[in-house]
């Protein structure tokens, strides 16, 4: 009886604490590591460097790889995975996370109204299918409510991937005098950007020109290395990335149409370099009528695009025979390529003749290192952040196993587990 009686109140008090306390992470009392220690068992891992570790017992305590041993030694709550292969949590440097299609199926248009709270759902689950799919972290480049997205997947209860964002990006829309240029960067910083976005060419649907000078990169990359912060740089064309590079900017993004030159140079200048050659153009042509008609989005556009294609593969393979070029992994996934961000690494792969294993550490250790994260997460080591995917397959030795994503943890969490 007494039970019964208390039942509701139990009920109550139960819901209660799974609403307040943040999801669980294994934790151990000092000294005795092993009470609640996760071992995450495999058959083989890849550590996001290049190097290949064999069978292997991975030990998380909270939200830190605290030992990589035999498999076997590990002592803790097992998860079994089989004959999986373990590597770090994927990182896509370039995404537009918001981005979506509406409730009509087509790009967002000020034709058809939207509630800013549909807009943030479809971009929790933009975030959550990119998360399932293995990609852990995410650098969403253009959006104020990438903000809010960030902050609500690092609270821990919707599950989502580690998000840095640059909120609104800076182009020539801000004018021809630095001064204004240097304070936007200022107010981003303030405004809680993690980096910088800045639009220094125009589109390869027009041609991807020079849209800023010299001396406005000059002021904005310079006031973003004052404050501590990265910029990553949209140019389409070698005299824009050029302008980039002399400005002491961080990233080269999409880079379509640059030659071998700009491309020595950037290696030159220390430079990311993050080529966009597939998912991008293959999503847009798969879900063309659902762009066409939406701003710059025309049928002469579309055509520059498809020109685009081979062009963007050429100067990728010439990239990929440049000394000490920096190439790290981005999608731009925008629309319609959430959650599918893998399948430009199988293109660079199986087309554009990078390896399957310089693939994966592109998208792992340096694309870390690009974020300024490369002591926390992007390689399996002891005292890196708990960031684990597992695939059926060895991707390294198959590309295409990065599509058979079977398990994600971040930051300690069990966010996948199929098996
Ligand atoms: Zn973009």
Redesign the pocket.
């Known amino acids: 009886m007494m039970a019964t009686r208390n039942f509701p109140a139990l009920f109550a008090t139960l819901l209660l604490t799974a609403a307040c306390t943040p999801p669980e992470r294994a934790q151990a009392p000092p000294g005795d590591d092993d009470v609640q220690a996760v071992v995450i068992r495999v058959a083989s891992a890849l550590d996001g460097t290049g190097g290949r570790i064999g069978p292997s017992d991975i030990v998380v305590v909270g939200n830190r790889i605290t030992g990589i041993l035999p498999r076997g030694r590990g002592r803790g709550r097992v998860i079994d995975l089989g004959e999986a292969t373990a590597l770090p949590g994927l990182i896509d440097t370039?995404?537009?996370l918001g981005w979506h299609f509406n409730r009509e199926g087509r790009t967002p248009s000020p034709e058809v109204e939207e509630t800013p709270e549909e807009a943030v759902l479809y971009g929790a689950e933009n975030g959550y299918v990119t998360m399932f799919s293995g990609i852990t972290t995410v650098q969403s480049?253009?959006s104020p409510a990438d903000r809010d997205l960030r902050d609500a997947f690092a609270r821990g209860f919707l599950p989502g991937p580690r998000v840095l964002t640059s909120l609104s990006p800076v182009g020539a829309w801000i004018g021809d005098e630095a001064e204004p240029y240097r304070a936007r960067v200022r107010e981003l910083k303030a405004a809680g950007a993690d980096l910088i976005?800045i639009f220094a060419s125009a589109s390869i649907r027009v041609g991807g020109t020079p849209t800023l000078s010299q001396e406005l990169l000059d002021a904005t990359c310079g006031e973003a290395n004052t404050l501590g912060l990265r910029t990553l740089v949209?140019a389409h064309g070698p005299e824009s990335a050029r302008r980039a590079a002399l400005a002491d900017c961080t990233t080269i993004?999409?880079g379509a149409l640059l030659d071998r030159a700009t491309l020595e140079l950037l290696a030159e200048h220390d430079m990311f370099y993050d080529p966009?050659i597939d998912l991008?153009f293959r999503n847009y042509f798969e879900n063309q009528d659902r762009f066409l008609g939406v701003g710059n989005y025309t049928e002469e556009g579309f055509e520059q695009m498809r020109d685009a294609v081979p062009v963007a593969l050429a100067t990728f393979r010439e990239a990929l025979t440049v000394p000490g070029l920096k190439i790290v992994f981005g999608t731009?996934a925008?629309a319609g390529a959430h959650g599918r961000n893998e399948q430009e690494l199988i293109y660079r792969v199986e087309i554009g003749g990078q390896s399957a294993m310089d693939a994966i550490v592109s998208a792992t250790s340096v694309a870390a290192d690009s974020l300024g994260m490369g002591d926390e997460i992007g390689t399996l080591a002891v005292g890196m952040r708990a960031d684990i995917v597992a695939t059926a397959g060895d991707p390294s030795e198959n590309i295409r196993a990065l599509g058979s994503t079977r398990f994600v943890m971040i930051d300690g969490l069990v966010r996948r587990r199929d098996y």
């Open positions: 370039h995404v537009h480049v253009g976005k949209h993004e999409h966009n991008v731009d925008l």
